[in-house]
Antibody
């Protein structure tokens, strides 16, 4: 069955960087688009980033554009989110999400358990 | 950006009764080329990630009980639980995937009356 396991979260000071990883298993990772979605404590869901199956097409939310980068290594079945210049408002649970399509223009089919990121001095 | 608004923000329903949550998008999420509405619904229980319930506005995900149904057209959609069970207590979100940035409704908290 589909498994998505996020890692790399933690407590970080404002302005610093963090890289999240999502290890995928139970499906052919290289054929599906992937997303990152976050949820601030006690708040709703916010889409953060998307990448197509090949990695050739990417998009980021305006709130993270210029600071975050999404990438993938299909040889390692792993999705990444590089987060630079972190701000307090980036504090959230970050979920790795599998799209049902390679073009990553579908619904959010499978979700990982999430990794927490806390930005605080 | 497409704004998605849910109503109500919270809802209390008696066990066995019907619960309906509404979702309105600021513009159409209908793609005429495939005649599909790019609207999904998720259930989130405390301490858990969201779980997909409904996609294409009315297609139930495999394994989701048939008391859950989605409907709607144009810019107005709804999620209905036909007979509320105790395990349905959760926050429910609608999500438009018609365009990027994908956006969610603010969530509806469903409780037992």
């Amino acid at each position: 069955q589909v498994q998505l396991v996020e890692s790399g979260g933690g407590v970080v000071q404002p302005g610093r960087s963090l890289r999240l990883s999502c290890a995928a298993s139970g499906f052919t990772f290289s054929t599906y688009g992937m997303h990152w979605v976050r949820q601030a404590p006690g708040k709703g869901l916010e889409w953060v980033a998307v990448i197509s199956f090949s990695g050739n097409t990417k998009s980021l939310a305006d709130s993270v554009k210029g600071r975050f980068t999404i990438s993938r290594d299909n040889s390692k079945n792993t999705l990444y989110l590089q987060m630079n210049s972190l701000r307090a408002e980036d504090t959230a649970m970050y979920y790795c999400v599998k799209d049902p399509y390679g073009t990553a223009d579908g619904y959010f089919h499978h979700w990982g358990q999430g990794t927490p990121v806390v930005v605080s001095s | 950006d497409i704004v998605v608004t849910q109503s109500p923000d919270s809802l209390a329903v008696s066990l066995g009764e019907r619960a309906t949550i509404n979702c309105k998008s600021s513009q159409s999420v209908f793609y005429s080329s495939n005649k599909k509405y790019y609207l999904a619904w998720y259930q989130q229980k405390p301490g858990q990630p969201p779980k997909l319930l409904i996609y294409w506005a009315s297609t139930r995900e495999s394994g989701v009980p048939d008391r859950f149904s989605g409907s709607g057209s144009g810019t107005d959609f709804s999620l209905t639980i036909s007979s509320l069970q105790a395990e349905d207590v959760a926050v429910y979100y609608c999500h438009q995937y018609y365009s990027f940035p994908n956006t969610f409704g603010q969530g509806t908290r469903l409780e037992i009356k």
